[in-house]
């Protein structure tokens, strides 16, 4: 397929250079308005939880994903994506407050966790509330929810093979891709290519803006599970470490059939500090990134079939911003 | 309204009463193929953990209201409502896994809970994961995925508002059916609703179908907690007397200004007992039966819009089943 052939199925005049950044930034606060709105219920305690992880910010990647996509394949108005992205976002969120129980996470995008103020049991129906509220916005939109709630039933198995793959000490590099494809890059894809159909792209064009979202994805979360490594939970927001000391993420992969972990042990004084002494040895963090420069560029790759615009060179900003940041 | 005018809305010819049973029948073993077809994941935890809770059974009340509710407005094939009164079923099921997290309850169903065999990470996940089989099975269901995510929004909800108004110790009793408004009855309307519409209702039969589901969920919440209190853990397949000792469900309800509970105190040698014989005392008993049995005849009354039909009768046995249980 040549990019003649898909300017034909852009349906609308893709935005022009100067307004791609300020009408991201406008669609962008409607998306916070949306989120904030959804969660504002009579019952104080999901409300304030719900405002306080939502308050706390976030990168909004999975929103702008959604909204440039749109974008990019000729959606006129970006607020009409604006419901989409807020569902995307609360779905994440979701995940981030069960997360965090399971995890005894207590910092979450700087700030306590919603576990760490309220406890595990509101936190709980924080997570499910925020859920219900995806559903709830998503519920005028046919057929996107297949597309979304694929992502959210992908989302939930990842997670559980990672739980498992730990208990079991198998960790495996084929495993921690089946789990980051799973836990991340499926919501990634669902915002790629939700964003496109909004806009009225066909299923090929869809789909391939899908497939960008699922590499930015795969590369976002090798790059978040070496930042967890290499950072410190006042640069990356949330508790550092936690991962590695919980015999997950990038650098708990078995490498060489040993897997880290277990060849540090677990009942040294200080595990942490031994296990990230013998990972910083290794290449493991080079070797990370430049997996995620490769999924980054086979992303970028992806977006050949679409017409020169602004929007286009947003998203490769995007996936370049994905593989390069510091936390 | 007459039953006449009521008549002509019914779009299809009602069901036969030598039929209704048998199809019933029918319809619930589909139901059950649907939700075990659904959880079919090749994340084992998630599959067997989904199918341990499903397989243990449980009145399955929700989707026979469906079920009931599309065939007593003249739907035709009770199997076309399979997939709602499935979602429906999983959505109550998710609420139950995660219910006994928070609870500690250790036995559902008459079996082990889920977190009671897989601990709680398997258990939050595996609640969660039903719920995103419920949006996935919904997908396709258009405008009737708002009704379900109300209910599923008041769902959270009133655990949320139960949970508060334990810790706050204000179990009053405005609050407590407030509670169960929203944490029982919310979905027992949306069944009877959903049914309805699924066989092509109007609006207005829909929404009588329910106020029949809410009334009669409303009496089955407050009947549950009854029993809970007078009943043993081998009759009712889940942890007796785990409401009351946790300072909910309806004996824990203030009367005149005393919190049953608060009165007893929680340091006692064996709290339970003492609250127990001091509900057994009063008259919260014979009066919260007396509630439900004026709910369901509130709830019956609704089915007056319903022209005669053998469906409407199991509707009515239904609303009777509910409120007559000893377990």
């Known amino acids: 397929m040549t990019r003649s052939d898909t300017l034909q199925n852009v349906n609308r ?10 009408s991201l930034r406008h669609a962008l606060q409607l998306v916070e308005a949306t989120m ?22 976030g990168k ?15 959606g006129a108005d970006m607020r009409e994506a604006a419901n989409v992205a807020a569902a995307i976002e609360l779905m994440h969120t ?24 309220w406890g595990r049991t509101f936190a709980l129906l924080t997570g499910d509330y925020l859920f219900t509220k995806v559903y709830e916005l998503m519920a005028p939109y046919g057929d996107l929810n297949i597309a979304l709630a694929e992502a959210a039933v992908a989302l939930v198995e990842g997670e559980t093979l990672q739980a498992s793959a730990v208990k079991e000490n198998r960790f495996t590099r084929e495993v921690y891709l ?10 990634f894809r669902a915002s790629g290519s ?6 009225g792209a066909d299923r090929e064009t869809s789909e391939t803006l899908g497939a960008f979202g699922y590499n930015i994805g795969l590369a976002f ?3 978040d599970d070496i930042l967890d490594l290499t950072s410190d939970t006042d640069k990356i927001g949330k508790t550092a470490g936690i991962d590695l000391a919980q015999g997950k993420g990038y650098a708990a992969v078995e490498r060489d059939g040993d897997l880290i972990s277990a060849a540090v042990g677990n009942n040294s004084a200080d595990p942490m500090a031994k296990i990230k002494a013998k990972v910083m040895q290794g290449n493991y963090v080079n070797e990370g ?27 490769i900003a995007l996936a370049r911003s994905v593989v390069e940041r510091e936390f």
Chains 1, 2 share one sequence.
């Open 221 to 223: 979360q090798i790059v």
């Open 178 to 187: 089946d789990i980051i494809g799973r836990k991340t890059a499926a919501l």
């Open 289 to 315: 990134r430049e997996q995620a420069q490769m999924l980054m560029h086979a992303a970028i790759a992806h977006l050949d079939i679409l017409p020169d615009s602004d929007a286009r060179d947003e998203l």
């Open 60 to 74: 909004r990647i999975r929103p702008r994903l959604v909204l440039l996509s749109y974008a990019a394949v000729g």
């Open 94 to 117: 979701a995940s981030v407050v069960h997360d965090d129980i399971n995890d005894h996470g207590i910092v979450r995008r700087g700030r306590p966790s919603v576990n760490a103020i």
């Open 36 to 57: 904030r709105a959804a969660v504002d219920s009579d019952v104080t305690t999901l409300r304030d939880a719900s405002h306080h992880i939502l308050e706390a910010g």
């Open 13 to 22: 005049i893709a935005l022009s250079t100067a307004d791609v950044s300020s």
């Open 194 to 199: 939700m964003g496109a159909l909004l806009a």
